[in-house]
């Protein structure tokens, strides 16, 4: 019976290995193994929560094909709706290419300019895959996030919020242990003068 159930549990694990809908679609060595795998599970919460897909295509270059025609071609083997975050590290092109029905969802210019662009490193040497993999997983974690607001779910494997409650509690704390340090510093100051 055992040995049945092991069988059974291995041929389930190797089925949904076998079947689950890869989301990176393409890594020319851009993205650290780790970052492929969170963004894997992330778009499968994604898919399964809201139905949309969340894509990701990371090249070392065109080699000489047009962007738009290279994101064609990539476009040909999904379907709406979706998302694909797409990079070329020679051309240093980032697009994040949405269908009509995810369009509505998020607005790609704040992700890019607010989540992406602040992580790129100005340097071209500091363009290493540890860098790439951050600026390109902060980015697609917030349109994960973005899309799950707007369908008004809650994703388990995304990065926690911030808690502005929390936030608002440690700077009223700092603000009144300064003004307790100020108030001593006068009073101690006044104290010598007299």
Do not use: C
């Amino acid at each position: 019976m055992l040995k049945v159930l092991k069988i059974g549990l291995f041929s389930l694990f190797f089925s949904t290995l076998v079947l689950a809908k890869p989301y990176v679609l393409e890594n020319q060595n851009q993205l650290l193994e780790k970052t492929v795998g969170f963004m894997e599970i992330l778009s499968d919460e994604v898919f399964e929560k809201t139905g949309v897909s969340l894509y990701v295509v990371t090249l070392k270059s065109l080699d000489g094909m047009d962007i738009h025609d290279k994101e064609q071609s990539y476009l040909k083997q999904i379907k709406s709706p979706y998302v694909l975050l797409f990079f070329t590290l020679l051309e240093k092109k980032i697009n994040i290419i949405t269908d009509q029905a995810t369009e509505q969802m998020f607005d790609k210019q704040e992700v890019y300019w607010n989540y992406i662009v602040p992580l790129i490193p100005k340097n071209d040497k500091e363009l290493t895959q540890q860098s790439i993999s951050a600026f390109l997983l902060n980015g697609f974690v917030d349109i994960a996030d973005r899309i799950a607001d707007f369908h008004q779910v809650d994703l388990e494997h995304s990065f926690p919020k911030k808690n502005t409650g929390v936030e608002v509690a440690v700077r009223a704390i700092l603000y009144g242990m300064i003004f307790v340090l100020l108030v001593l510093f006068v009073f101690v100051y006044l104290r010598r003068k007299t």
